[in-house]
């Protein structure tokens, strides 16, 4: 009996120190190996190929506009339109030929000047058309310009002519004629008047 009691009453051993190591060598080979698992995958991310593809040859050259009236970047001595005699219903008419020498499409329009030195205001009693014709027909001085007024054409002189943009493609042309008559019921007043006009077309590329 006593040998019995005695037995129940011994503590239980705790594990033994080889059962620890081998237990945490475990942890260790388990952490370890998820090390190298991850690894791997990190590794994985960095090896994918790649190439390149390099495009050349593309080329811009800027187009020009070149506005001529009758083929000429100045135009003097235009007299078409002259006359020293004019009284009132008289017409004159003269044609301009009108070209975009460049190799860009543009847009012009036209305003004209016209003086009054003397003081009589001849300018105020001239009437304007502008039409496309080609020529001008009849003799002075009662020459006219066939065909209808071009769109945005002024009947006035000293402003705007063609206050509407006229489209001219890369080395196209087109004529206008202009006619100038001295209004039927212009004052007496007006006699030995005179006035100087000058004709200016600019030109754009803006085409909007």
Do not use: H
Request: glycine share 10%.
């Amino acid at each position: 009996m006593t040998s019995t009691g005695s037995r129940r009453g011994q503590r239980r051993r705790p594990p033994q120190p080889r059962l620890r190591r081998g237990l945490a060598s475990a942890r260790v080979r388990a952490a370890l190996g998820l090390g190298v698992v991850l690894s791997a995958f990190v590794t994985g991310t960095f090896a994918y190929w790649s190439d390149a593809v390099a495009v050349s040859g593309a080329k811009f050259t800027a187009g020009t506009i070149d506005l001529r009236v009758n083929n000429l970047d100045t135009v003097t001595g235009y007299t078409s339109l002259n006359i020293s005699t004019m009284v009132p219903g008289n017409s004159m008419a003269g044609v301009l030929t009108i070209r975009n020498n460049g190799t860009a499409p543009l847009k012009y329009t036209a305003v004209t000047t016209a003086t009054n030195t003397d003081g009589k205001n001849l300018r105020g009693s001239l009437v304007v058309k502008v039409t496309g014709a080609a020529t001008a027909t009849g003799s002075s001085p009662a020459m006219t310009c066939g065909g209808t007024a071009l769109t945005g054409s002024q009947t006035t002189l000293n402003g705007s002519l063609l206050s509407t943009a006229r489209m001219l493609a890369a080395g196209a042309s087109e004529t206008l004629c202009v006619q100038i008559t001295l209004d039927a019921a212009a004052s007496t007043t007006l006699q030995g008047a005179t006035t100087d006009v000058v004709f200016t077309f600019n030109a754009t590329s803006d085409l909007a």
